[in-house]
């Protein structure tokens, strides 16, 4: 049998068109906004990792104007695209979950509507796993669409899609448990081809332990 994330590769291969089509530019998503105003403070030339990078337009290329940007997608063609989009930037094309990235290496991670194709099952895992990406005080951009949808094969845009979502709350506990601390959570309305879909803005940090220097 065809395991998950072949399919959610398979599935991001195929929409690439379809889903870069869902933001208007009469309405574009706060995603622009939220980086920028994420990244406002961080020097010059910084290290940072965007997974689930997709195409890469726009927050990987908005990322690289002025840092140093890893990008990590599961699909060939968008890793592709991102490549075209932004010869500035180092992408890879991988399952979040499995690549090998240096621990301590970022001073920042985005995670851009990524999870919600992540079984809830691993989060606790994938959060370990940034704060170990994170040097200590870098910080972690995530947007998930809260809910209670279980993981399971959806027709998402016309193809097979796992995709599940977790209320806010559930989200924050297990950022915490996992070491970063929950510095601020904003639910923001954007529209997808028309439709309204929130989506929690989560930003965390990994703090440094006590009488440690890392
Ligand atoms: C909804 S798109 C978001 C793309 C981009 N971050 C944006 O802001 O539009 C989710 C992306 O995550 C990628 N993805 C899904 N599961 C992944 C995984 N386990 N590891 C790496 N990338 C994954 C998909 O291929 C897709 O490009």
């Known amino acids: 049998m065809e395991r998950d994330d072949e399919i959610i590769a398979r599935g991001y291969d195929q929409v690439a068109d379809e889903y870069a089509?869902?933001?208007s530019a009469e309405?574009?998503?706060?995603?622009?906004?939220?980086?920028?105003?994420?990244?406002?403070?961080?020097?010059?030339?910084?290290r940072i990792l965007d997974v689930g990078c997709g195409n890469g337009?726009?927050?990987?290329?908005?990322l690289a104007s002025r840092h140093e940007v890893t990008g990590v997608d599961i699909s060939g063609e968008q890793v592709a695209r991102?490549?075209?989009?932004?010869p500035a930037a180092t992408f890879i094309r991988g399952d979040v979950r499995?690549?090998?990235?240096p621990v301590g290496g970022f001073d920042a991670i985005v995670a851009l509507y990524l999870i919600d194709n992540i079984a809830r099952e691993d989060y606790p895992a994938l959060f370990r796993s940034f704060r170990e990406l994170l040097r200590p005080n870098g910080r972690l951009l995530?947007?998930?669409?809260p809910g209670e949808d279980p993981w399971q094969q959806?027709?998402?845009?016309?193809?097979?899609?796992f995709i599940n979502t977790v209320p806010t709350e559930e989200l924050v506990r297990l950022l915490q448990e996992a070491g970063l601390s929950v510095v601020s959570t904003e639910v923001e309305t954007q529209l997808e081809g028309g439709r309204p879909i929130e989506y929690a803005w989560i930003?965390?940090?990994?703090?440094?332990?006590p009488g440690s220097l890392r």
């Open 82 to 86: 991102a490549r075209a989009n932004v």
């Open 203 to 209: 930003i965390g940090e990994r703090l440094r332990s």
């Open 142 to 145: 995530l947007s998930a669409e």
């Open 21 to 23: 089509a869902l933001e």
């Open 27 to 46: 309405a574009p998503w706060p995603r622009l906004k939220r980086v920028r105003a994420f990244a406002a403070d961080l020097p010059h030339g910084s």
């Open 98 to 101: 499995e690549v090998d990235l």
């Open 154 to 161: 959806y027709t998402w845009l016309g193809v097979a899609m």
């Open 57 to 62: 337009l726009p927050a990987t290329r908005e």
